[in-house]
Every structure is written in structure tokens, then in C-alpha cells.
Nanobody, 119 residues
Framework: QVQLVESGGGLVQPGGSLRLSCAAS????????MSWYRQAPGKQREVVSS???????SYADSVKGRFSISGDNAKNTVYLQMNRLKPEDTAVYYC?????????????WGQGTQVTVSS
């Protein structure tokens, strides 16, 4: 199991930046993948970015070139640096851990953090 706690959300003007943090209760190097998802009102939850235990990263087309995901193994924390924010980035952002072991697998979620991009 793993517990996830997100932080860093808030209100920002278009063009601004925010950095989200996701603190895990276990070493992130033992987690297959850590991802950020978001859900806007009336829309389905969508994946924004992922980082594998190998360090490989992936991004949704809508955020490529603006967002950057990274991990700090010493702090068991994954970050999402969001630059050049747009109103359409407004959503609740959730951290996800994809845990895979020899005896099973599981998906774990944080409580979410609100990001609002508005002037």
C-alpha cells in the first residue's frame, strides 16, 4: 500500500506557473509509475503526465512543452511543474501510484488539489 498527499494547488493568472507536489508514504523507486491526473467540472478524469521507475516520462499532448514531471527519491516525492498555464488547465489534480509486485498490483490516489487558472 501507499498513501499519497498532494499540495501546491491554488489560483494563478493565465501564463503563470505552479508546482504540484505528491508525497508518498514509501520509496517512489519501488513504485512502477507515478502519474498526475486531472478532472475538470463535467469532464472525465484524464492523465496529464507519468514517470516510470526507470525515469521515463510521458505527457498529454495538451501539456507538452509546458509541464514537467520529476521525482525526488530522497524525499519520496513527485513534482509537476506547470508553466504557461491556461484557463483550460483548471481542474482538480490527482496524484496516482501504480504499484506492481510479484504478489499483486494496485492503484492508489491522493485526495486531489485544486488548480484554478483565471484572471
Amino acid at each position: 500500500q501507499v498513501q499519497l498527499v498532494e499540495s501546491g494547488g491554488g489560483l494563478v493568472q493565465p501564463g503563470g506557473s505552479l508546482r504540484l507536489s505528491c508525497a508518498a508514504s514509501r520509496s517512489i523507486s519501488t513504485i512502477y509509475a507515478m502519474s498526475w491526473y486531472r478532472q475538470a467540472p463535467g469532464k472525465q478524469r484524464e492523465v496529464v503526465s507519468s514517470i516510470l521507475f526507470t525515469g521515463d516520462t510521458s505527457y498529454a499532448d495538451s501539456v507538452k512543452g509546458r509541464f514537467s514531471i520529476s521525482g525526488d527519491n530522497a524525499k519520496n516525492t513527485v513534482y509537476l511543474q506547470m508553466n504557461r498555464l491556461k484557463p483550460e488547465d483548471t481542474a482538480v489534480y490527482y496524484c496516482n501510484a501504480d504499484v506492481r509486485t510479484s504478489i499483486g498490483s494496485g492503484q492508489y490516489w491522493g485526495q486531489g488539489t485544486q488548480v484554478t487558472v483565471s484572471s
